[in-house]
């Protein structure tokens, strides 16, 4: 298996399976936040049942584990493609018609962090992080954290742009992924550029909900 | 009516592989727009060997787009503005009146420039000598026909064949990748029933040989598809990364 390391396309296999991994996270992340628009006590429940047991502890572990991957291979795959660009530069650019978002995938990932980072420091911390450590002001109910958290309309403009730039990136990453495990050709390239759009366009919509609701609900209060 | 005009051509130079480059602008004037953009560079030399100076040496050979010797990075694109040619077919008519032309070589780690605009691009025949044929036994010469291949594959066979090896996707791509060229050569054999005996072999060896001489990865920016003067597609890429990972999980 040395292969996967050692050639182009078995690092770009890496990625494309980590990045589906992380799409479906999301996906299961958009979902359960959700339930929070209809019903604390439900939202509260998952929140408990994803606390600091074995279960979500080992699904934090490997999502983590995840992440990494995806970063890292990111990373060096990156530099790799710098090195063989050359240090010469066109004087004139590069006036090719690609899409943004093909280009910046690495830059719009950067920014991804960054926010995630923030979401991290958020509610991450606040629950599973001060309950596994034994810390004060462990929160174990997340609707209060959501719901203080999005009455500051700063928060959700922070959001929204960091939910903007996960859309970028899954409009190239979703189809790409495809293109990379082999799963694509004339016939299935649109299909999976059409896919592409809505799967990205769903995760942001959903994801959007709870701190659009939650502003515009404190902004009545 | 005829297209006449006056131009500004800001061209790299540079003596050898080693040796600092730099750019020298020329003013040219009364090109027809009839011209192409190799004979202009042909009338320029003229001027600049007129002038008792070295003139700009750039690959060329056909003149017609089937060899895929010409090369040349115009305005930021590779084989210039218009869609679907190489250099030695494009026409002075798509440049305007008093425009400044920007001429540069091909830009990549794997393409090192040997002099002025022409760059090494042995690469990719290193690529094609790792995989790119079908080991044949040189018997007596079969009927044509022999051989039932369908008229979908026969033709994607010949659209893959259609790369003329110039190197433009590589001069594009942000990644200096030659994905698109070496899956449309390992495409035009897997096609085929005579190319699908070696195929893992095939795809295997030119993908090692591809990261082997310092290409970079494929992050599938589609610039590449745009700028090839063949319309290479890349469903070849698609089918090239298939071909590799079943080639590898078979093993």
């Known amino acids: 298996m040395y292969w996967l390391f050692n050639s182009s396309i078995g690092r770009k296999l890496i990625m494309s399976i980590s990045g589906i991994f992380l799409i479906l996270f999301l996906l299961f992340h958009a979902t359960m936040n959700l339930t929070l628009v209809f019903s604390t006590e439900a939202y509260d429940w998952i929140c408990e049942m994803l606390g600091a047991n074995w279960y979500a502890i080992a699904g934090t572990l490997v999502l983590a584990g995840g992440f990494v991957v995806h970063i890292a291979y990111a990373t060096w795959l990156t530099l790799q493609n710098q090195k063989a660009r050359g240090t010469a530069k066109y004087a004139s650019a590069n006036q090719t018609k690609t899409e943004w978002a093909a280009k910046n995938m690495y830059v719009l990932g950067l920014i991804i962090v960054l926010g995630l980072l923030i979401h991290l420091w958020n509610f991450w911390y606040n629950m599973q992080f001060k309950e596994l450590l034994h810390l004060k002001g462990a929160v174990s109910a997340g609707s209060g954290l959501v719901i203080d958290l999005f009455s500051q309309p700063i928060y959700s403009l922070i959001y929204l742009l960091w939910l903007a730039a996960i859309w970028f990136h899954l409009t190239h990453g979703v189809w790409s992924a495809f293109q990379t495990l082999g799963w694509n050709g004339r016939t299935w390239y649109p299909r999976l550029k059409f896919i592409s759009n809505v799967v990205a366009t769903i995760i942001m919509v959903a994801f959007a909900v709870v701190p659009v609701f939650f502003t515009i609900k404190s902004l009545f209060n | ?251």
């Open chain 2, 1 to 251: 009516m005829e297209k006449i005009i006056n131009i500004t051509v800001k061209v790299w130079r540079q003596k050898g592989p080693k040796a600092k480059g730099g750019f020298e602008s020329h003013k040219l004037n009364g090109i027809s727009g009839d011209t192409s953009f190799l004979e202009m560079l042909d009338i320029l030399n003229e001027q600049i060997v007129s002038e008792g100076k070295e003139p700009i040496a750039f690959d060329n050979d056909c003149r017609e787009g089937i060899c895929g010797m010409c090369s040349l990075y115009v305005n930021g694109h590779p084989h210039g503005p218009d869609n679907l040619i190489t250099t030695c077919q494009l026409h002075m008519r798509h440049f305007k009146d008093g425009e400044t032309i920007t001429v540069e070589p091909w830009r990549s780690a794997a393409f090192p420039v040997i002099r002025d605009l022409m760059v090494d691009r042995q690469a990719f025949d290193k690529i094609i000598q790792a995989g790119g044929y079908t080991s044949v036994n040189t018997g007596g010469v079969p009927d044509a026909n022999a051989i039932p291949i369908s008229k979908i594959d026969a033709d994607e066979a010949m659209d893959s064949a259609s790369c003329i090896g110039c190197g433009a996707c590589v001069a594009t791509c942000k990644n200096g990748s030659a994905m698109l060229f070496v899956s449309a050569k390992v495409s035009q054999l897997a096609l085929l029933p005579q190319g699908k005996i070696e195929a893992k072999a095939r795809a295997k060896a030119m993908v090692a040989k591809m990261d082997e001489l310092g290409f970079g990865n494929c992050t599938n920016t589609r610039a590449c598809e745009m700028e090839c003067p063949k319309g290479v597609s890349i469903s070849n890429i698609a089918r090239l990364n298939r071909q590799f990972l079943t080639a590898k999980f078979s093993d």
